[in-house]
């Protein structure tokens, strides 16, 4: 039996997003800004698929920017702003939680002059939203903090930042702009740019059925945003390149499905979740789940198993067909234990032994039956090897 | 990034467990990453006949220790003195760069258990 659990990292694509897009790789081959009819064909595809993107988030088609994906979105959020507005300040906040493709961002331009505050976290997970106002210098020109983690799935208080920002704004910093990396919250929580107060949201096609390789930066109506690409007018002169017009095709799709079939996903989602954490505490002891339970999106478990090691975990569930992630050191070539995880207060032991597991819309009952029980025998083979004696080993037959 | 071989020995890890009234004992723990190996065998005359090994840690550490213990068993102490960690490594197919310690950490336990008896 195969198992994915590992959705967070990224997703199949729908049947219906693979149905639209194949028509614009060899029929409909017409280049976005060509004047002739096979031009304007793609061209009213990719309006299309603007308008499916700004319908899931509640902006308006010509604040949606296309892009390659969430790490350029996220990229362009921080070096636009930053270019755009460097003359009324050096100085940025984010979180030290954040992707690596804003804190690389962010200490790209602390190299370059700037200068970075990186909130610390809760032990759920969570930004003090005081610790972020009392942060705010006349410096500041950008707060750039994620929706949902993507290790825990937690949510920040992205509305009660906005209203942070909003306050400073009056105060006369008028400059400032708020960025939020939504990579993993978009479709599986509500996600309302007018009601977050955002001026910059970056999403990511591929981690909600989407193709990979494709996604969108939306910049408030009148957000002074500096080009990262340079080249061609593309995407009302934000963004130069040939629009990639299936992936577009494929994005817009994507959005379609998620903002129709919204509640019918996060609370399937949320139910499968549920019972993963349910049938895991039952069946194993020792077992914590790591990050704000209630405030985190619907897809997301992050537990961590006492006395194991979480990528020897990860190597025998492998074996057995099911797919997780972990944040234990060594984990995808890096040797350093996650620092999201660091950042919560978790023991090194904690993070050592910590799994993600995360689920999709798809993910069956039966499927969490064999992965639970397949990860019990494993959990308690390696409780057993492990030279330790004051550890309870479950009871597996 | 990892072999077969690592993965094989994860998910049947050989010799576990340890042995009552060994020989020998070799419990070592890597000081930076806290992995930990409990080595017990016993030695008949020249020979080491049999051993037992617990691991906690990453995959390597967990492999190396299993493997350890199926390039050991009956062989004569004056071999188990040349053994290195390349040995390990090669049986294991490959380890990372960074990983190479895990089979320092399973030759450290090695030594550690046979170190009563002299070199042949």
Redesign the interface.
Known sequence: MKVYLDNSATTAMAPEVVDAMLPYFSEEIGNAQSVHSFGQRAKSAVEKARRQVATLINAAPTEIVFVSGGTESDNFAIRGIAEAQGHRGHHIITTKIEHPAVLATCEALERAGFRVTYLPVSRRGLVDVEDLGRAITDQTILVSVMLANNETGSVQPIEMIAGVVAEARGRGLDGLRLHTDAVQAVAKIPVDVKSLGVDLLSLSAHKFHGPKGIGALYVRKGTRLAKLLHGGHHERDRRAGTENVPAIVGLGKAAQLAFEQFDDRSARMREIRDYLERQVKSLIPNVTVNGDQERRVPNISNMSFE???G??LL??L??KGIAVSTG???AS?S?EPSHVLQALGLT?EEVRGSLRFSLSPFTTRDEIDYAVSTLGETVA??R?????EDLEAPQFS | ??TPQ???H??N?RN?GELDNPSGVG?VTNEV??D???LTVRVEGEMLVDARV??????PT?AAASVLTELIIGRSIADLHTLTRKDVTEALGHL?P??THCAVLAIDALRTAISGYKQG
Do not use: T
């Open positions: 006395g194991v090691d990528e020897s190597i025998a492998d074996l234990s050191a060594c070539g040797l090194r083979r390696l057993e090897m492990a030279p330790l | 990034m990892y690592v993965a094989e994860i998910a890890p576990v419990d990453c806290f930990r190996i409990k617990k691991a906690s840690g990453c995959p967990i990372p960074a990983k």
